[in-house]
């Protein structure tokens, strides 16, 4: 068992804090937001009324925050000043390699050791403890972190040194977009041409059509019981987030001269769709953007 600060308590954070304490770890979390605290609480798992209160006995610090500029912000050298050496710290959040490299080369010249491990597998992942962690750092943290990463997720990979898991994190997301959204269209094209939603998706799982998005994501509603599509997009992967990652992407694209241009129009695609008042819901909500209701 060991004492874990977990920092970041939302759709993500919170239910991986929860299987953490479920596996019997001692888990303190802190977040802004006292509806998240109150959910980790009534897990069974201690909260903090700060970030620096969270990490007072901690040997493993968590954090899940939405971009890396909150990252950069938690991990100021004060922060790092009050954890005990030798603390693991493990960032899941996506961001930037950038940041990620930065926070932890000061981690590490304060005595702390740092991986990047960011996750794919969804909200509903991070609820079933299946999410796939992918991490950047040294292979003997990699080594140390595994078994409480074990305790959230199913495959653990180890993609190379500092900043390599969120390298390999957004190319994954930029996968996810194209499909997601390569999905909507397809989809948007049978419901015009007469096909039922349901009928279609169960065709294109079977058929060479099949991807994540399908299987588990469906974005049409009603078609998947679980999806975010089916209650109204909410408690799902925000727009904003994919935006950002699809951001993330791009920047990438940019500075290793990298041709993405699949990646660069869903960028566009989504930033419309966060312009028009759709930032905060989740991102199959795309479907909506070619999908408009017969009057
Ligand atoms: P979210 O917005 O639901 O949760 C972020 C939480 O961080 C919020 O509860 C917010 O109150 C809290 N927070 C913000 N600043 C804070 C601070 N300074 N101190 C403490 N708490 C603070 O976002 P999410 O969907 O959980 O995503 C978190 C990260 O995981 C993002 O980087 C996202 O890109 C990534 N991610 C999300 C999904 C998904 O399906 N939602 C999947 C994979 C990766």
């Given at each position: 068992?060991?004492?874990?600060a977990f920092?970041?308590?939302?759709?993500m954070?919170?239910?991986?804090?929860?299987?953490?304490?479920?596996?019997?770890?001692?888990?303190?979390?802190?977040?802004l937001?006292?509806?998240a605290?109150?959910?980790?609480?009534?897990a069974?798992?201690?909260?903090?009324?700060?970030?620096?209160?969270?990490?007072?006995?901690?040997?493993?610090?968590?954090?899940?925050?939405?971009s890396?500029k909150?990252?950069?912000?938690?991990?100021?050298?004060?922060?790092?000043?009050?954890?005990?050496?030798?603390?693991?710290?493990?960032?899941?959040?996506?961001?930037?390699?950038?940041?990620?490299?930065?926070?932890?080369?000061?981690?590490?010249?304060?005595?702390?050791?740092?991986?990047d491990?960011?996750?794919s597998?969804?909200?509903?992942?991070?609820q079933?403890g299946?999410?796939?962690?992918?991490?950047?750092?040294?292979?003997?943290?990699?080594?140390?972190?595994?078994?409480?990463?074990?305790?959230?997720?199913?495959?653990?990979?180890?993609?190379?040194?500092?900043?390599?898991?969120?390298?390999?994190?957004?190319?994954?997301?930029?996968?996810?977009?194209?499909?997601?959204?390569?999905?909507?269209?397809?989809?948007?094209?049978?419901?015009k041409?007469?096909?039922?939603?349901?009928?279609?998706?169960?065709?294109?799982?079977?058929?060479?059509?099949?991807?994540?998005?399908?299987?588990?994501?469906n974005?049409?509603p009603?078609?998947?019981?679980?999806?975010?599509?089916?209650?109204?997009?909410?408690?799902?992967?925000?727009?904003?987030?994919?935006?950002?990652?699809?951001?993330?992407?791009?920047?990438?694209?940019?500075?290793?001269?990298?041709?993405?241009?699949?990646g660069?129009?869903?960028?566009?695609?989504?930033r419309?769709?966060?312009?028009?008042?759709?930032?905060?819901?989740?991102?199959?909500?795309?479907?909506?953007?070619?999908?408009?209701?017969?009057?």
């Open positions: 068992m060991s004492n874990i920092i970041g308590l939302g759709n954070g919170g239910p991986m804090a929860v299987n953490l304490v479920k596996k019997g770890h001692h888990v303190v979390g802190f977040d937001s006292d509806s605290l109150n959910i980790l609480a009534s069974g798992g201690q909260t903090a009324d700060s970030a620096v209160e969270a990490v007072k006995d901690a040997d493993i610090v968590i954090s899940m925050l939405p890396g909150h990252v950069a912000e938690l991990y100021s050298e004060e922060f790092i000043d009050q954890l005990k050496p030798n603390t693991l710290l493990i960032d899941s959040s996506t961001i930037d390699a950038v940041t990620a490299r930065s926070v932890a080369e000061l981690a590490s010249s304060k005595g702390c050791k740092m991986i491990a960011p996750v597998g969804g909200t509903s992942g991070a079933a299946t999410l796939t962690f992918i991490v950047g750092g040294r292979q003997e943290d990699y080594e140390k972190a595994r078994p409480v990463l074990k305790c959230m997720g199913q495959n653990i990979f180890y993609a190379g040194t500092s900043g390599a898991g969120q390298v390999a994190k957004i190319c994954n997301n930029m996968l996810l977009a194209i499909h997601m959204i390569g999905t909507s269209e397809a989809i948007n094209l049978g419901i041409n007469g096909l039922n939603p349901k009928v279609l998706s169960e065709i294109m799982q079977k058929s060479s059509g099949k991807n994540w998005s399908l299987e588990v994501y974005p049409y009603g078609v998947m019981e679980n999806a975010p599509a089916s209650r109204e997009y909410s408690g799902g992967f925000a727009v904003d987030l994919m935006t950002k990652d699809l951001g993330l992407a791009a920047e990438a694209g940019l500075e290793s001269k990298t041709s993405t241009p699949l660069n129009t869903a960028l566009n695609l989504y419309m769709w966060s312009d028009a008042g759709n930032g905060k819901i989740d991102f199959s909500s795309i479907i909506q953007f070619l999908h408009k209701e017969e009057k």
